[in-house]
Every structure is written in C-alpha cells, then in structure tokens.
C-alpha cells in the first residue's frame, strides 16, 4: 500500500537513491522510492575503488546492511552474490598512443603506468554492472517493505505549511504525495530545473570533455593484444591490465575500457573539447566511433570483431560532461552528489565521491535534533564541502588531460590524485571521518593541489622541454612526500606501482 505521507521522498533508483532509500529505512524514517523507468536498466559501467569499499563497509555496519559489506571486495562478491554481474578491478592502467601509429613501449614502461589498489584478486576493487547492481538494490529496497513506484514521473512539486508536495505521473494512474524532505538522486539537473528553476552551470571547471560510449561484446583483451607483439614485455606488470580502470591516453583525449567477467566491457572516449571539435558525435555516432578508432592501430585491431551489446545497443553520445547545481537544496529539496554535478570519469571518482556525499547526508539526519534551521545550517556547509570536492577533481582531471601528450608529466600529475587518494584512506584508518572527499578542504591538500597544477600550467605554455619536465618530476615528489608511503615517483619502479594503500578495513 502506498501511503500519502513520507519523512523522504526519494527520486532516483540508481545505487545512490536505493542505498539512500535503505539506510533512512533503518533510521525508522517513513521513505518511498520513485523511479521514472524500470529496472533492469541500462546504466554506463563504473568502477570502485578502495575509498568507495571503506564507506560500503562502514554503511553496512552502522546502518545494518550486511549485504553492502560482501559487495565492497570481488572475492566476497563472488561468494556471495555470483549472479550479478561485474568484474576485478585490481587498480589502474594507463597507456600512451600516437595517432597514427602502432602501440609501442620499451623496457622501462616509458609510456605505461600501472598503479595497484589492492593486492590480490580476492580483496581487489570491482567494475560494477550496473544493471544488475542497481536492480539488486531496488529488490533489497522492496524486501526492506519500502514504497517504491516504478514507470513513474514527478511533474510538479509545491511546498506548505512545512511539506513537501509532489504531483505524480504514471500510465496508470496520477496523484499526490507530501513528504518533510524529498531527494533528488536522479544523477541529473533536469529535475531541479523542472522543478525548483535550479540551474547548473560549467563555466568555472578547468576541465572541458564530453563523452561517447557504450557496452561491448567480443572485444579482444587488451593483455592478449600485447602477448602477441613481440617486442612489448608484460613480466613486470603488478596485474592483469585488463583486471583494472584501463585507459588508452589518446589525441582526441583518453579511452575507457571496463571489462566484466562475462567479458562485457563498457568503452567509451572522453574529447577534449579544449582542442577539438565533436560535431559529428551526435549526428553520426557510428561512424564517429569508427574513426576514432582507425587513428589507433593497436586499439582497432582488439575492436575488429566487436558488437554492440544488445543492452543499450547503441552509441550514448553527451554535451560536455562538467555540470555543477547553482545550490544542492532549498527548504526541503536536497540533492545527492551526482545530482549535483560531476567532472569527468578519469581516475574513477564517480562511485567514491557519490558515497562519500550519501554518507555525509545520512550522518545529517541520523540525530535527534531535527529543527529545520539546525539541517539547513548543515545542509550549508555539506554545500560548501561539495564545491570544493568538485573544485579539487576538476584541477586533479585537468591536468591530466592538459599533460597527455607528455607521458612524465602525466605521470607524475597523476601521482598528485594517488597521493590525494593515500591521505585521505589513512584519515579513515585512524578512525577520523573525513570533512570532504580526498579531503578537499584540507589547506594542505589544496595546496598541494594548486601548486601542482599552477606550476604545470606555467611549463605548459610555451611547450615544455627535458629540463622543465624533469623539473616538474622533482617538485611533485616533494610536494607529495608527506603522504607519499607507496614509493610514488620512485625511480626504480619503473612506472609500475604494485600496492598504493595498506590492507584496507
């Protein structure tokens, strides 16, 4: 039975909305889910990541959700839940191309990177499937008893006398419902502007991508395709590259490859529009996708017998990416971090920084002091928290993408993220909860952060040379080194990273 009033109102059944949804539930709150589709869905493959896995254990225990637990490690997945689909994620890989040309390397991995997050397979990270993933959820949602609409719009939203009113939609059937807070877990500002006239702007992110991308079968692994060229040496890899967030550094901008056990793997390019146009992207994604792919040899040949999957069975094409709400919440809407904005999916933050959001929310109402002024002030400062995450990921993601045609320099920008990453798991294991995702708001962080990206910003404007580079290199590993506990931009690694965390709890 669906009742009339609610403490939540929830919209949105990806895995935020549902685990929102669960963990409120716990907390003895009235909730009901709404979600305009229906379940199973297609939703683009995203990656964990050992941040995202600590705050899936935490919720689990405080909030009484063991199942999230056995999800946060591929191994207890595996035992637990083989039927939902995803694959290993045993860290990162990145490697450099040249348009035109054949993938090369040399014995030092010189335009390779592998950087490891965990150390076997088991306790390793995992590529989520979506589809399954988030109908999983919504099946715990209903088992949980919690109100859930299906096939259903919400087109107008009214406030009075302290509620929340919102006018459903559905083939079927059209009413009302009132609740004390609604929360957009939509992933998408269209809503907020639907509704509350809440705009969403990019103007003031450095980084500036869009994306075309779907799911694959029969795509040759991209380890299989080194084996065979001779001259490219795996031995010394800390993992199967195909075991990770693989991406293929490229002129246009980079390329996703997450591949799941079945052998799916969801691809896709993210162009740089600071440098190229994607006119074509959306009225001939096909062909688009098809040329991009020609300009990299290497890349082509593990494409050359793959099909769309039937699930989407299409190319999703994307404006640019880099969005942010103009506010996150008025007197009784709240919006979740991916409804809020998002950078770019470079580094897989997009999972992480989601959780990191929902915890601090849930934190927000799980008290006893309830008065609205008191949430409204918090509310504030969970605002400012998630403007300077965002602030933080952009300058991380842009500089990666302003360094890509210089496989060092990229290098060791990219050790700023991990160094980030490294801060920010040591706060959780000494038992402090993080203010801000990758502590954002840490002075030294940001600094660190600024820094780095100010001094590339400098060598890049002329075109750097040697010296500079090398410069770069030295100045980033003393700016890193107090976090640096994995041996980060070491010179004997030889750009292989075997381990970048101790054994998360």
């Not at 087109?155 to 009302?176: K, R």
Request: charge should be negative.
């Amino acid at each position: 039975m669906i009742h009339s009033r609610y403490d939540f109102i929830i919209a949105g059944s990806g895995f935020a909305g549902s685990l929102a949804a669960l963990a409120m539930n716990q907390c003895g709150y009235r909730v009901c889910l709404i979600e305009k589709e229906k379940h199973p869905r297609f939703a683009v493959g995203e990656s964990s990541t050992p941040i995202a896995d600590m705050i899936l254990r935490r919720l689990a225990d405080k909030y009484n959700l063991p199942f999230l637990e056995k999800i946060s490690r591929y191994g207890s997945w595996q035992e637990s839940y083989p039927e939902i689909l995803c694959g290993i994620k045993r860290g990162f890989s990145y490697f450099s191309h040249v348009r035109g040309s054949k993938f090369i390397t040399d014995k030092n991995h010189s335009n390779t990177l592998l950087v490891a997050a965990s150390s076997n397979d088991l306790d390793s990270d995992t590529n989520w499937y979506r589809a399954d993933v988030d109908a999983f959820l919504v099946q715990k949602v209903l088992e949980a008893g919690i109100d859930y609409l299906e096939q259903t719009n919400i087109v107008n939203a009214d406030e009075s006398q302290g509620m929340m009113t919102l006018s459903i939609q559905s083939d079927d059937q059209a009413g009302y419902l009132s609740c004390n807070w609604f929360i957009d877990a939509t992933g998408s500002p269209d809503l907020a502007s639907d509704l509350f006239d809440i705009q969403s702007s990019s103007e003031h992110f450095q980084t500036n991508s869009s994306a075309i991308y779907s799911h694959f079968q029969n795509v040759i692994p991209w380890t299989q395709y080194l084996k065979q060229q001779q001259d490219i040496s795996i031995q010394k890899y800390p993992f199967n590259a195909d075991h990770s967030a693989l991406h293929h550094l490229v002129d246009e901008g980079w390329m996703w490859n997450l591949r799941f056990k079945n052998n799916l793997v969801s691809a896709g390019f993210l162009i740089d529009l600071n440098n190229h146009r994607t006119d074509n992207l959306r009225e001939n994604p096909e062909t688009s996708w098809d040329k991009l792919l020609s300009g990299y040899s290497s890349i082509a040949k593990c494409y050359e017998n793959a099909q769309l999957a039937p699930i989407p069975g299409r190319f999703v094409v994307t404006g640019r990416l880099q969005r942010q709400l103009e506010k996150i919440f008025n007197s009784r809407w709240i919006a979740l971090n991916h409804t809020a904005g998002f950078v770019d999916p470079l580094h897989s933050t997009g999972i992480a920084h989601t959780l990191s959001g929902l915890e601090r929310l849930l934190e927000l109402f799980n008290t006893k002091d309830q008065q609205i002024q008191v949430i409204h002030n918090k509310l504030e400062r969970h605002q400012s928290a998630l403007s300077h995450e965002f602030y933080l990921i952009d300058l991380l993601v842009a500089g990666c993408y302003l360094s890509r045609h210089h496989f060092n320099l990229f290098h060791a920008y990219t050790m700023v993220y991990f160094a980030c990453t490294i801060s920010y798991e040591q706060s959780r294991l000494a038992g402090h909860l993080p203010d801000t995702y990758l502590n954002a708001a840490d002075l030294k962080i940001r600094k660190l952060v600024e820094e780095s990206w100010q001094d590339l910003l400098e060598i890049m404007e002329h075109g750097p040379d040697q010296k500079q580079i090398s410069g770069f290199i030295r100045r980033t590993r003393e700016r890193i080194e107090p976090y640096n506990i994995a041996g980060l931009l070491e010179s004997d690694k030889e750009n292989m990273y075997h381990h970048t965390a101790v054994s998360l709890k």
